[in-house]
């Protein structure tokens, strides 16, 4: 029920009156200034910033984007509970360490035996097909996280194992051996289980509670054919 | 008597309490009873039934209007209501499935008519992995006992073993589920299960084969044909228990050859996985006239020399 508006100046009439009633007793004083100009400078400031990245180097913009692929780069090497990788997605980073792990693991062209290791196209199409897949299968569960979003912390958290591929490749230059075998078993090991455990911090808080096993086993096939093409990588 | 005792008034001693205390109350049922809220919940109770009985229908509508309006097919919707599954009813399921019961069949008792699309797809895509690189790692292992045998990575054998696995599991289940549609238009009494009631029973059943696989890593033949021989018992008997209660009904040819035709299927796919990934080992090492490499003791790199030299 609404109730009459008390006048300021009577504290003692608080019988129920008809609505404004009491504003015809209100008088504005003259040295109150009620004119004036309402500005919003957070707009022009908008304005200013999309016209800038227009007019600014080529450098600045690729030095910027490098730079956010970098940082993501270290949140995913260190893994702390941040949004970053979550707020500010993108697929640049996957796309590059997903070129640089296929271009490291196909076979050479002059091998026309049929089995072999993956070719490049293979290797693309099971790490972004897998990536899909598992986005849907989370999305499915009832997770409430964006498809680019998961997309873009799967293809990231990508980084440990394209490393160990590198230590491979640095290891396979040595000669051959038992212990040359056991190193690289090492080192993909330990880059499996970096990378789990660098996905789930990001992608496990956004599933309800009772299927975040159920979301998370998917990633672990992933990654775990992942390190198995690489360390089952042969030179030729 | 002591029947007469039983079935006379018996005033029971709190609510006599507590009526000689608030005489003016009326009493209300035992469980709201208690001796300091008692006034307070015997007041509101008049009021809040009314109330019940307003919410109770503006459920019920709901509810009615909710399962008029399912999703089409079309909608995100419609593919969300076959994840819905908990992880702990995911794990009842496979343990259904490993140990099945006569008299106990998996739709009705693990599934109890709600299929999930989760298990049999990931299910299938493990067992497909599971079987390219377990028979990977016996060509590895036949290649350190003997290091004329060339190791590669044999990567196509993924592409093989997922195509083979995916198309038992989801053409198989569609030609049975028309066949039984087709008996049902024939024969009134028999039962049926939806397709993904039936996809679902065959996705679980691939599971007890995962095990198994990885079994077959040792190179003793016995023991694999063994676990290879109870994996399929297992799951062929979850099959036939399940189907079952729908075939009763039908006559004993078409029930007989129907479930004979499931099992001669399964074991063939069985086979054929332990044929196509596991090859059993040449009788003599494949050594080209060429290869001067004494074998090292404990080599597990495939050797590079032999394939240059002999090409």
Redesign the interface.
Known sequence: MAEAVESPGDPETTTSRPLFAGLSDISISQDIPVEGEITIPVRSRIREFDSSTLNESVQNTIMRDLKAVGKKFMHVLYPRKSNTLLRDWDLWGPLILCVTLALMLQRGSVDS???????FA?VFVIVWFGAVTITL?S????GNISFFQSLCVLGYCILPLTMAMLVCRLVLLAE???I??MVRLFVVIIMFAWSIVASTAFLADSQPP?????AV??VF?FY??IS??IL????? | MAAADELAFHEFEEATNLLAQTPNETTTRSDQLSPKGHVAVAMDSGGSYGAEDEVEESDKTMLLQEEKQQPGFWT?GY??S???????Q?LDRIKGSLLPRPGHSFVRHQLRNRPDL?GPF?IC??LA?VLA?TG?LTL?LAQRRDPSIH???????VTVASVTIYCYAWLVPLALWGFLRWRKGVRERMGLYTFLETVCVYGYSLFVFIPTVVLWLVPVPWLQWLSGALALALSAAGLVFTLWPVVREDSRLAAGVLLSVVVLLHALLAMGCKFYFFQPLPPEPMASPHQATPP?P?????P?LPRSVAA
Do not use: C
Request: glycine share 6%.
């Open positions: 035996e049929k089995d072999g290791g993956p070719q293979e299968n999305k499915l569960l009832g051959p051996g038992p040359n075998f009772n299927r975040k096993a159920l086993y998917p096939l775990f054919v198995w093409m089952t990588f042969t030179p030729q | 995100f593919y969300q076959f994840f819905d599954v908990d992880t702990s995911v989760y990931w895509a493990t992995f690189i990977n590895l190791y590669s990575p044999q990567f196509h054998k090292p404990a080599t597990m790199l495939p590079t």
